[in-house]
């Protein structure tokens, strides 16, 4: 049967910490109640502690997949899980991809989670999983896989050509700076060049 202690019981566990501490130099609780013998007369507490208990299988990769200009692969992860934080749902990132499973709004363990990622055969890439508000109970870092080398060598060589509305230079900065620079990035040792032309008589922007 549990003791009940008396208020002086805690008064001198007080003093017996501070005294071990500042002579005997203990520096915590399980260090000092090893130290000395108290016997039967234990103090018993009950902790609720939250765990980041989120699972990743090993990442499956597809083979190459051709695609214009640059070449994908997918990969996908199974993430399973126990005992959510309540109102929290999880992240599951792979390199700027973020994927959201709302664990919140009903979605049950486990759930499939499928990235397409560029086919350029990097190695030892993860995947990291997390809790989206409780963050402080850390991460959940797959295994490494490999992506698949590039199965194709598609480039484009030609000019574009594009109309621009009146708003010049802003729908078509965009278009400088977003999808041209795209281009450029995959096309390898071939040239694009882009041409923009008002959407009237006047000609060239």
């Given amino acids: 049967m549990q003791k009940s202690l008396p208020v002086s019981y805690f008064s001198n566990m007080v003093l017996l910490y501070f005294w071990s501490t500042a002579f005997l130099g203990i520096g915590n609780w399980t260090d000092i109640s090893s130290y000395f013998d108290f016997g039967d007369d234990k103090i018993e507490t009950t902790q609720s502690v939250l765990m980041n208990n989120i699972t990743?299988?090993?990442p499956s990769v597809s083979s190459c997949i051709d695609h214009p200009l640059r070449d994908v692969a997918t990969v996908s992860v199974n993430v399973?899980?126990?005992s959510p934080p309540s109102g929290d749902d999880i992240e599951v990132q792979l390199g700027d991809k973020i994927e959201n499973i709302f664990v919140s709004?009903?979605?049950?363990?486990?759930q499939t989670v499928e990235f397409v990622v560029p086919a350029n055969g990097t190695f030892g890439n993860t995947i990291v999983s997390r809790w989206k508000t409780n963050t402080g109970l850390g991460e959940t870092t797959s295994s490494p896989f490999n992506a698949p080398a590039?199965?194709?060598v598609d480039q484009i060589n030609s000019k574009i050509l594009y109309l621009?509305?009146?708003?010049?230079?802003y729908d078509g900065d965009p278009w400088d700076h977003g999808i041209i620079e795209y281009l450029d990035d995959v096309n390898g040792s071939k040239t694009v060049s882009p041409i923009l032309t008002k959407n009237d008589a006047s000609g060239m922007g």
């Fill in 164 to 169: 621009c509305g009146a708003e010049k230079p």
């Fill in 150 to 152: 590039a199965c194709s």
């Fill in 105 to 110: 709004s009903g979605t049950t363990s486990p």
């Fill in 80 to 82: 399973s899980w126990t």
């Fill in 56 to 58: 990743l299988s090993s």
